[in-house]
């Protein structure tokens, strides 16, 4: 699922309020900057699994007449190519 720019910012506007709420944090820097940061790391994940996403594809394309001429289901094929390709990547899904 994509997720907006509104909705990261909203997201990570509450990561960073229930942290600090619940006494689990203490901000050195504005919320503010924490927030900020919040939402690279998610836009930088975002981005990662996208472009994983996109090389898997163009993987199994590569395959396309092999997974239609066995009968192989794409997406369970997509799914696990995925988890083999983040693993070995080093992403966690």
Do not use: C, Q, W
């Not at 720019?5 to 506007?13: A, E, F, G, P, Q």
């Not at 940061?37 to 395959?63: F, G, P």
């Not at 009968?71 to 997509?78: H, I």
Request: net charge negative; aromatic share 4%.
């Amino acid at each position: 699922m994509r997720l907006s720019r509104d909705m990261i910012k909203h997201l990570s506007d509450a990561i960073a309020a229930s942290l600090e709420t619940k006494g689990l944090v203490e901000y050195d820097v504005p919320r503010a900057a924490i927030s900020d940061k919040i939402s690279a790391v998610i836009t930088a994940d975002m981005e990662a699994e996208e472009k994983l996403n996109k090389d898997v594809e163009k993987l199994l394309s590569a395959h396309e007449a092999e997974i239609a001429s066995e009968s192989m289901d794409y997406r369970k094929v997509f799914d696990l190519t995925k988890k083999k390709l983040a693993k070995d990547r080093g992403i966690v899904l």
